[in-house]
């Protein structure tokens, strides 16, 4: 039995793929689809952001390609089920400008009914450090449920900073696995990410993002304990494939996950897997990206860096 599992980390430290990877490896014909129609997700990424997200939109077609919503907003889907304080909290807070930054008055109530529900529900969830009083919420909420926790962790915070704002510019956060069904949508994404002309990126915004990442980079380590699990960064994207695969089998070991067998990855074989989802194709900000960047010669010369130090592999 997999053990149920909390994936957690600052955005651009590789939380997504991972997520990403269990997902697409979990979801059989058996399971992946509720009866009311809505997709199963055996990982439920950031529940909390997505709680007070509403998209309206009109045509079914971009519904269906978002099922991480449709399961938590469709008829009869994850928000309906939650207790009745909650959705009376998070109903009158949906809307476009309400943003995470101002949900610091976020009860913790919120959190244990959704954490509850999800425990239930889902074999692990996905969250995104959002700051000391987040984090301490999320934690008081999961530390009453026998969570196991992967912490990702990603040491060179210039680059976690320049990947952000570069992917608040063109909007591209992660590639698709590149299989057959995902070819069309998977080369419409990297032509978006390819043909974006990228502005130049605010050096005052990079150095206030850097410092909160820095204020924030011991939020886990007093309290991890054998629960827990730290990933590097650099391991799991590393250039040499039998690292990546290493790190992958050390995650997938620690929750009780067989990638091995045939109805988890689909017959594709497990290395071939690891590197669907953190080979070279996978990673948004490869090495040439940068230069992309107007003003990089000006970032690096500020922050005294070079480009070789943004790459971050092995």
């Not at 309400?98 to 009914?113: A, G, L, M, N, S």
């Not at 939020?219 to 391991?235: G, H, L, M, R, S």
């Not at 070279?280 to 990206?289: F, L």
Request: glycine letters at 4%.
């Amino acid at each position: 039995m997999i053990n149920k599992f909390i994936i957690i980390g600052e955005a651009r430290s590789g939380t997504t793929s991972l997520t990403g990877s269990i997902n697409s490896g979990l979801r059989t014909p058996e399971n992946r689809f509720w009866s009311n129609g809505i997709e199963s997700q055996p990982v439920l990424g950031e529940p909390f952001t997505l709680l007070f997200k509403r998209i309206d939109d009109p045509d079914p077609s971009v519904a269906r390609n978002r099922p991480l919503y449709n399961y938590v907003h469709g008829e009869n889907g994850f928000f309906t089920r939650l207790p009745e304080r909650t959705k009376k909290f998070v109903e009158p807070k949906r809307s476009p400008e309400f943003k995470i930054e101002d949900r610091h008055d976020t009860p913790q109530y919120v959190f244990d009914d959704v954490i509850d529900l999800s425990y239930t529900e889902n074999n692990g969830i996905k969250e995104i450090v959002r700051g000391e009083s987040y984090c301490e919420k999320l934690l008081s909420a999961t530390s009453r449920c026998d969570y196991r926790y992967i912490h990702l962790r990603r040491h060179n915070h210039l680059a976690m900073a320049i990947s952000f704002w570069m992917s608040k510019q063109h909007n591209v956060w992660n590639f698709p696995a590149n299989w057959p069904q995902n070819k069309k949508f998977r080369q419409n994404i990297i032509n978006k990410f390819k043909d974006f002309d990228l502005e130049p990126l605010d050096i005052t915004e990079l150095e206030r993002h850097v410092a909160r990442l820095d204020k924030r980079k011991k939020i886990f380590e007093d309290i991890k304990n054998e629960n827990w699990i730290t990933v590097e960064f650099k391991d799991l994207y590393s250039s040499g494939h039998e690292l990546s695969y290493n790190t992958y089998l050390k995650i997938v070991d620690f929750i009780n996950l067989d990638i091995h067998s045939e109805t988890f990855n689909k017959c594709q074989g497990s290395h071939t897997w690891v590197d669907m989802f953190f080979g070279n194709g996978k990673r948004v900000t490869q090495d040439c990206v940068y230069d992309k960047i107007p003003n990089l010669k000006e970032i690096l010369s500020h922050f005294n860096y070079t480009k070789e130090q943004l790459a971050e592999r092995i």
